[in-house]
């Protein structure tokens, strides 16, 4: 939401500036002035118009493969199915839990979930299953 509107706001400032500054010169003015140079823009001017379409054209581009990058990684499969699994996170203070005290925590876990009606499998891990920085597992019996 933060960057909708603040790309609104300066979609509205940048419209907006031009029409102020030419609001404020009067019709006769701009057509009193030269009439060789009254519909010409300068050639910096329009070089920033070819440069800005240009990086619009390669932004937008970029935005489309990011979409179908997002949508094709949603439709890829994971290597293991999510449906009908409960992950949770637990937290055991070392100082409380000697390595043994701990063990027979998780052992017991494991067991209550098992137990709970349709829970078929248990396990014990230190991440989630897509998790690439996982360093150990445990699959207690």
């Known amino acids: 939401m933060y960057a909708f509107a603040l790309s609104f706001a300066t979609g509205v400032i940048a419209g907006m500036a031009p029409t102020i500054l030419f609001a404020r010169l009067s019709m006769g003015d701009a057509l009193r002035t030269r009439g060789s140079t009254a519909g010409h823009a300068p050639r910096v001017r329009l070089a920033l118009v070819v440069v800005q379409v240009a990086m619009t054209v390669v932004l937008l ?3 489309g493969v990011l979409v179908r990058t997002l949508i094709a990684l949603d439709r890829a499969h994971m290597g293991f199915d999510a ?4 992950t949770m996170s637990v937290a ?4 409380r839990y000697t390595a043994e005290r701990c063990r027979d925590f998780y052992r017991d876990a494991v067991a209550r979930v098992r137990a709970l009606p349709g829970g078929r499998v248990g396990s014990c891990r230190d ?15």
């Open 127 to 141: 991440s989630l299953p897509d998790d690439r920085q996982s360093s150990w597992r445990h699959e207690l019996s």
């Open 83 to 86: 449906h009908h699994v409960l």
């Open 92 to 95: 055991i203070s070392p100082a």
């Open 61 to 63: 581009c970029g935005a």
